[in-house]
């Protein structure tokens, strides 16, 4: 008799372990709890008069290729398209400034790049050359990721260059952030080679080596499809569909009962029974399942930031942007409330009608409550008196959205991993067949997703 195993959530982790389930056993019997009407959680493309535009994540990063890779399985890997380059910009002291040549994330890699940017003063770089003879940071556990770069380079360094870079990425206080949990390999790097900025120029080299091997290859770091990331989640969906996923959309779970070797999945009107369970859900939902439990007590004070997206259509005489770049991110020092900025025209060229522009801004920062606080009408506004000071407008959009994602991005304090780890450990101990996985565990990119939710296949299959 075949195995039955539940799914909740729908997003991509929950899809990725629906089609790794199947690829693993075809036999196994999945069904997908998922409390909305559609599949891909954050993720939603919306078509409209020639634009494709991206309403939560825009694109993910090409070199994690457990995306592309199941993109491919799938049968897409003719709509894959890689972002056009170009120059990307930091908003610092009230002006934009073109991100140096050659470093990654914000740490130098080629001199005469870094010695001719007017973004850190003399006497910054000065400092952050100190990198060259500092020793490698003792930790015991963790650090944050701001105390581990002040420690390296500076704090003109960390503030104008490095925090706009990663701060977003994880939508938390960099001073809390845990350099761990989201970027170890700075850390393996300073040790191995005793320097930050040697390590990463090693690391460039090592990238540098990798796209030789590809001479064709596209430049760009970051990936989409022709349709949009929604084509990705319609077409994962079907896929495993076909295989005999079962979804059961509309249909929130109100409670989960454990028992010895099963475990019952109680909606409004159903009560099933499955030997496996994988969860997939932000944590603020499945501590509604496991609250009893004292171990998950570290998901009752994670916090997560609210951010919105904020996309503007405009004919292209309405707007006058002179910088030739695909976007730029906001030095925490400046008074703003968006966080960044993608002109998606020159990013992502395949979303615009021509004779159009596209761009998306940010808004969204820990702590705040600029996204709670104001309508959308509203921030549609603040969005556009921040841009102003990086470009003119003309006349108004064609059209305005405005997306909320609120206790969206999990924060990732310093400890973090000690703590998943933990608890990770304690459910394999404790809860036979069961799996809870997703971004508030292990980083929030796509491909990490997938990832996460194969290693989560993986482990369960070996237990049922």
């Known amino acids: 008799m075949s195995k039955k195993v539940a799914i909740i959530g729908a997003g991509i982790t929950g899809l990725a372990s629906a089609y790794y ?20 959680g954050k993720i939603q493309t919306y078509r409209r008069d020639g634009y494709t535009i991206e309403l939560g994540p825009e694109s993910y990063l090409g070199r994690k290729t457990i995306m592309t890779d199941l993109a491919k399985d799938i049968g897409l890997e003719d709509d894959l398209i890689t972002n056009q380059t170009g120059q990307s910009y930091i908003f610092a002291k009230n002006q934009l400034y073109p991100i140096p040549g050659g470093s990654i994330m914000g740490i130098p890699t080629d001199i005469k790049p870094f010695l001719k940017t007017r973004l850190i003063s003399p006497l910054g770089k000065l400092r952050a050359g100190l990198d060259l003879v500092i020793p490698p940071i003792k930790i015991e556990n963790d650090i944050s990721v701001g105390e581990f770069f002040r420690k390296r380079l500076g704090n003109e360094m960390l503030e104008n260059l490095i925090e706009p870079l990663m701060g977003g990425i994880y939508g938390t206080d ?23 900025i040697k390590g990463m120029k090693d690391e460039k080299r090592e990238r540098t080596r990798k796209r030789q091997l590809y001479p064709g290859a596209p430049k760009g770091q970051f990936k989409q499809f022709r349709h949009g990331l ?23 779970v109100e409670d989960i009962h454990i028992h010895n070797d099963n475990y019952e999945i109680v909606t409004h009107n159903s009560r099933k029974t499955f030997d496996g369970l994988l969860v997939t859900t932000p944590h603020q939902t499945f501590m509604k399942w496991f609250n009893h439990d004292s171990a998950f007590k570290y998901f009752n004070t994670m916090d997560s930031t609210t951010v919105a997206t904020v996309v ?3 004919d292209e005489k309405n707007i006058e942007n002179t910088y030739n770049g695909t976007g730029f991110v906001i030095a925490r020092t400046s008074h703003t409330d968006i966080t960044a900025c993608t002109w998606t025209t020159k990013k992502w060229p395949f979303t615009t009608p021509k004779g159009k522009v596209l761009l998306r801004a ?14 959308d009408e509203e921030i549609v506004n603040i969005a556009r008196r921040d841009l102003s000071k990086m470009m003119t407008f003309k006349g108004d959009p064609d059209f305005t959205i405005v997306n909320r994602l609120p206790k969206s991005m999990p924060q990732y304090h310093i400890g973090h991993m000690t703590q998943i780890r933990n608890i990770q450990n304690h459910v394999k101990r404790q809860y036979n067949g069961l799996r809870i ?7 929030v990119g796509l491909p990490d997703c997938i990832q996460q939710g194969k290693n989560a296949v993986e482990e369960l299959i070996d237990e049922l």
Do not use: C, W
């Open 21 to 40: 389930f199947k690829h693993y056993n075809e036999d196994i019997d999945v069904t997908i709890f998922e409390a909305t009407s559609r599949p891909g």
């Open 230 to 252: 929604s084509s990705f989640i319609e077409a994962l969906a079907k896929n495993v569909e076909q295989k005999g996923v079962h979804f059961k959309y509309n249909t929130p």
């Open 362 to 375: 940010y808004v969204g920062k820990p702590g705040d409550t600029v996204v709670d606080d104001h309508t």
């Open 174 to 196: 960099i001073d809390q952030l845990s350099l761990m949990s989201t970027f170890p390999n700075f850390k393996y790097k300073e040790e191995s080679y005793g320097s930050l």
């Open 437 to 443: 996985t997703g971004a508030p565990f292990e980083a």
């Open 312 to 314: 503007f259509a405009f």
